[in-house]
């Protein structure tokens, strides 16, 4: 059967990425696999690297990116979002916070569900708002676990710091205090994928008069706790297995 689509840089490319997924490979042995010219498999390697598509191992092989992991992710995000619903809105009824599901676009984080308080004032976060990687818990969740030249960059012009981060990473949840918007305060933690990396930050938000100046010992535990049921469910849900 002809696989091609017609689209020879692509196809070329796909071709690659289907020769690391057997394990790293040398430029001599991803020449092998794919049948390509040594400088056309280079220049293809090189450039998916480029996109993370691609990386490298410890001794220089060619292996798959974190990018593809990423991409696989967010094709889970339809399942994170159905289940979100309920435990932002028992993060809320115990809180009594606002409650949100963060993910990462590029620079920004999206607010992709929510729970709100019935009366909200400046600390509701709607659905679809679009918000700083700069400042604020949800933020620090999201930037914490990355990898080290992408963390140092989202470092450049934020309103914290590697150190926070380091804080951020050891206790499991972050907070902020007037970090990201005068008279607010909030708490976030981490939700992983069935791989293990952070995927998404779940958050509660309020007036500092309320959670005061140092929202983690009131809500920590509750927060990580609904951050930690969102991970199992993730986790609990298996590809079928062809029989």
């Known amino acids: ?62 292996v798959l ?47 992709v569900a929510a729970a709100e308080r019935p009366m909200g004032l400046r600390d509701s976060i709607p659905i679809g708002a679009s918000l700083s990687m700069l400042a604020g818990s949800g933020a620090q969740v999201l930037l914490a676990w990355e990898e080290p030249d992408r963390l140092h960059r989202g ?22 205090v007037s970090e990201r918007e005068l008279g607010v305060a909030s708490v976030s933690a981490p939700v992983r994928g069935p791989s293990g990396r952070v995927v998404a930050a779940v958050s ?11 929202p983690g010992r009131l809500h920590a535990a509750t927060v990580v706790a609904g951050a930690n049921k969102l991970t199992e469910i993730l986790r609990r849900v298996q590809v079928p297995q062809a029989s």
């Open 204 to 214: 509660i938000s309020g007036s500092i008069e309320r959670v005061s100046r140092q």
């Open 155 to 176: 470092l450049h012009g934020a309103k914290f710091t590697a150190t926070t981060l380091s804080g951020v990473r050891r206790r499991g949840w972050a907070q902020s």
């Open 65 to 111: 990116g974190p990018r593809l992991g990423e991409l696989a992710a967010a094709a889970g995000e339809d399942r994170l979002l159905a289940a979100a619903g309920p435990v932002l809105g028992a993060l809320r009824d115990h809180t009594h916070e606002s409650a949100q599901l963060f993910r990462r676009q590029g620079d920004q984080r999206i607010c």
């Open 1 to 62: 059967m002809d696989n091609s689509s017609g689209v020879g840089v692509l196809d070329k490319a796909a071709i690659v990425l289907g020769a690391l997924e057997a394990g790293p490979s040398t430029l001599a042995q991803l020449v092998t696999a794919t049948g390509l010219a040594r400088p056309t498999a280079h220049r293809l390697a090189v450039a998916l690297e480029h996109h993370r598509l691609v990386s490298r191992d410890m001794q220089g092989r060619f």
